[in-house]
Each structure stands twice: as C-alpha cells, then as structure tokens.
C-alpha cells in the first residue's frame, strides 16, 4: 500500500498504563493515575445530576453547529458565536489546523519539549519542523522561534503554559512576540491548563483575537473542567479563521451528550475555581517538596509538574509504580531525569511523597 513514508518513522501515541492493569501486575489494592494531568477532582456534581435524569434522544445526530455550547461560550468570554471551532478534543484541532495548512515546502515552528502532538501532525503533512530548544528556565524561547521563522513559515505553536514543563510566559512577552511575528505564520496559543494560572499578570488572552488576525487560542474541557472523557475542545480566532479551519472540520465532530455536559460543566465556575484554590495549594506541596529534598523542579503554573529523579527515570516510575503511584517518565517526553507528576487530591500528594521518599533512600 502507498503509505506515507514518514509513517515508517513514528510510533502511535504510548498511552499511560491504566490502573486496571497495575493493580493487577503489581498485586496492590489501590493505585492512582497521576499521569495525564486529568482532575483528581472529577467534574461539576451537575454534570452527574445532568447525566442521570435529563441526557436523551440519542438516536439524533448533534447539532452540527453547536448552537448551544457555543452560545454559552461566546457569552462567557464576550466574542461572536462565529469565533469559535470545536474539536474532538483540542488534540483534534491541532489536527484540523495541521490538515488545513502544512504541507511540504512549508515549516512549522515550536518548542523543543512541548506537546507532541504539534509535531506529529507536521510530520504527517509533509512540513518541515523547525524546533527551538527550550531555555534553561524551561520557557520558550521566543526569540529564537523568531529568529528561525520565515516566508515560508506557517504554524507557530506556543503552548502556555507549557507541557511538559508547566512554565508560564508572561501575556506581555506574548504580545510583543505577536508583534513581530511574520503575518503569514498562524500562531496557535494553546493554553490547556490556563485555568489554573492564578498569576495576577496574567491577561484575558481571548481578546487578543481581535488585535491580531494570525492568532488562535485553544482551550479545552480537558483538564480543569475534568471532562478528558467527553473529548470536548475549541479554538477562538477570528472568523475567517474559524470559517476556512470548518472547511476541514468532520461534521458531528462532537457528541450531543458531551456538548450538553459541557455546558452544565462550564455554567459551574464554582467548582471550577474550587479546584484551582485546592491545586494551587497542592502545588505549593511539591515545591516545598522539591526543596526540602534538593530536586530540580520547573516553576509550573498548572496542575502537573516536571521533578527531577535520582537516576533514569524508567526506573523512577518503575518503583513509583510497584507503590501505586502512575507517573510519566520524562524519557518519553524529551526531559530525561525527571517524571511528570499530575497534582492529585490532598491525600494523593501525600501517598506520593512517601512514595518517592523510597525513591531517595533506595539511591
Ligand atoms: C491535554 C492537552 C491537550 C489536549 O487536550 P484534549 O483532551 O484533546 O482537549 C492539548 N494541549 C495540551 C498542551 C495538553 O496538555
């Protein structure tokens, strides 16, 4: 079959191991997930009370539109409904712009050790990956993604805050960056966890759309909203933006079901915030943490951080595991030494430190 030939050089997505699975390899009775930066505080409990008396009429196709969650959105952050494109996920949407735009004789630029899916979707369009290497801070390196862009350019993707790092760039280097940027370069702000910024620098971002024409921001339910199951995400940009992107979009792309959660999830800010409050002060745990123990951590302003280990990290996570605890090991995610640790609840922090106190004696 005619196979793309880069297909030969890549890997289907490594999927964490699930808890089922540990449980059974290791013989233990309890084991937490603290390896996709899901939230260990699950959902809105309207979500729950929405799913049990009033989800129906499945045999319906959703709304191709997505009038209702959309409404909702465009009123939550104060644009036009016709601003905003849903995702599968906002993974789909870095698929979306990926199909709609690289292609070979075209280069796509991006932070070393960021989310990998940029990357992958470039290499299957053909488009050549321009990857700047990361500051020692862990920050993108603004400068250097202008210093490689160029005519031929045509994604920037910034991922703040970033994964697998958790660092935040500050709104205004941001700005000044969109500045100077080439016009022809769609600049994707993926912004995944920017609900937990409790930064007070840090700008209503979406607005922005409005003073650059080359800019989309994406946001998912994902991770704060702890609707990862319901593979809703979305993009906000300017409507021509949105209008040529739905040229490439699959009709129905999300289900009646997870547009409906959705919109309960993001009527609850309460809960929302709530989670943010209880993260931010989980978060501080493991800086003290880090500390206390002399380990490396980057400074992270969402609910995952990246934290040295002693040695290899395979192994790190091997005796992580055999404790109940599923982390990712940095190995796989281009920063060797170091494990990507979800922020659990109270009780889940807890049991990890112990954890990884067996981690340090055993050294
Ligand atoms: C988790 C994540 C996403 C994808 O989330 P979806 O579940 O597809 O909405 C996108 N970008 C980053 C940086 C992520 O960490």
Same mark, same amino acid.
């Given at each position: 079959m005619k196979w793309?030939?880069?297909?030969?050089?890549?890997?289907?997505?490594? +999927?964490?191991?699930?808890i089922e699975?540990?449980?059974?390899?290791?013989?233990?009775?309890?084991?937490?997930?603290?390896?996709?930066?899901?939230?260990?505080?699950?959902?809105s409990p309207?979500?729950?009370?929405y799913?049990?008396?009033?989800? $129906?009429?499945?045999?319906m196709?959703?709304?191709?539109?997505?009038?209702g969650?959309?409404?909702?959105?465009?009123e939550?952050?104060?644009?036009?409904?016709?601003?905003? !494109?849903?995702?599968n996920?906002?993974?789909e949407?870095?698929?979306?712009i990926?199909?709609?735009?690289?292609?070979p004789?075209?280069?796509?630029?991006?932070?070393?050790?960021?989310?990998p899916?940029?990357?992958?979707?470039?290499?299957?369009? &053909?488009a050549?990956?321009?990857?700047?290497?990361?500051?020692?801070?862990?920050?993108?390196?603004?400068?250097?993604?202008?210093?490689?862009?160029?005519?031929?350019?045509?994604?920037?993707?910034?991922?703040? +805050?970033?994964?697998?790092? %958790?660092?935040? !760039?500050?709104?205004?280097?941001?700005?000044?960056?969109?500045?100077q940027? +080439?016009?022809?370069a769609?600049?994707?702000?993926?912004?995944a966890?920017?609900?937990?910024?409790t930064?007070? $620098?840090q700008?209503d971002?979406?607005?922005w759309?409005?003073?650059?024409?080359?800019?989309i921001?994406?946001?998912?339910?994902s991770?704060?909203? %702890?609707?990862?199951?319901?593979?809703?995400?979305? %993009?906000?940009?300017?409507?021509?933006?949105?209008?040529?992107?739905?040229?490439?979009?699959? +009709?129905?792309n999300?289900?009646?079901?997870? !547009?409906a959660v959705?919109?309960v $999830?993001?009527a609850d800010q309460?809960?929302l915030q709530?989670?943010?409050?209880?993260?931010?002060?989980?978060?501080?745990?493991f800086?003290?943490?880090a500390?206390?123990?002399?380990?490396?951590?980057?400074?992270?302003?969402?609910?995952?951080?990246?934290? $040295?280990?002693p040695g290899?990290a395979?192994?790190?996570?091997?005796?992580?595991?055999?404790?109940?605890?599923?982390?990712?090991? &940095?190995?796989?995610?281009?920063?060797?030494g170091?494990?990507r640790?979800?922020?659990?609840?109270?009780e889940?922090?807890?049991?990890?430190?112990?954890?990884?106190?067996?981690?340090?004696?055993n050294?």
């Amino acid at each position: 079959m005619k196979w793309k030939p880069i297909l030969r050089t890549m890997k289907a997505y490594t +999927p964490g191991r699930s808890i089922e699975d540990i449980k059974r390899t290791y013989d233990l009775q309890e084991v937490h997930k603290l390896a996709s930066n899901e939230n260990p505080y699950g959902s809105s409990p309207e979500v729950a009370e929405y799913l049990r008396s009033k989800a $129906a009429q499945f045999e319906m196709y959703p709304d191709a539109y997505t009038a209702g969650l959309r409404g909702k959105l465009a009123e939550f952050h104060q644009i036009d409904p016709n601003e905003i !494109l849903f995702g599968n996920g906002s993974d789909e949407i870095v698929s979306i712009i990926s199909r709609a735009i690289l292609q070979p004789g075209t280069n796509t630029v991006m932070a070393s050790t960021t989310f990998p899916q940029y990357a992958h979707n470039a290499k299957i369009e &053909g488009a050549e990956l321009r990857e700047v290497a990361m500051l020692e801070s862990g920050d993108h390196d603004l400068e250097g993604f202008l210093k490689v862009a160029d005519e031929e350019t045509a994604v920037i993707w910034v991922c703040n +805050p970033n994964n697998p790092t %958790g660092n935040l !760039l500050s709104s205004e280097s941001i700005k000044s960056f969109l500045d100077q940027v +080439p016009e022809t370069a769609l600049v994707v702000l993926d912004e995944a966890y920017i609900e937990f910024v409790t930064d007070p $620098a840090q700008q209503d971002t979406i607005q922005w759309i409005h003073d650059y024409t080359n800019l989309i921001i994406l946001r998912t339910f994902s991770k704060a909203y %702890g609707l990862a199951s319901f593979r809703i995400g979305y %993009g906000v940009a300017n409507a021509s933006i949105v209008s040529e992107l739905n040229k490439v979009r699959n +009709p129905f792309n999300n289900s009646s079901l997870a !547009l409906a959660v959705a919109e309960v $999830a993001l009527a609850d800010q309460q809960f929302l915030q709530a989670c943010v409050t209880k993260n931010d002060e989980e978060r501080k745990r493991f800086v003290d943490y880090a500390k206390q123990h002399a380990l490396a951590i980057y400074p992270s302003a969402t609910n995952f951080v990246l934290i $040295a280990v002693p040695g290899d990290a395979d192994v790190a996570c091997e005796v992580l595991l055999q404790n109940g605890y599923i982390v990712r090991s &940095g190995n796989l995610l281009g920063t060797p030494g170091f494990v990507r640790v979800t922020i659990g609840t109270h009780e889940q922090n807890t049991g990890f430190f112990k954890a990884f106190d067996q981690l340090l004696t055993n050294q």
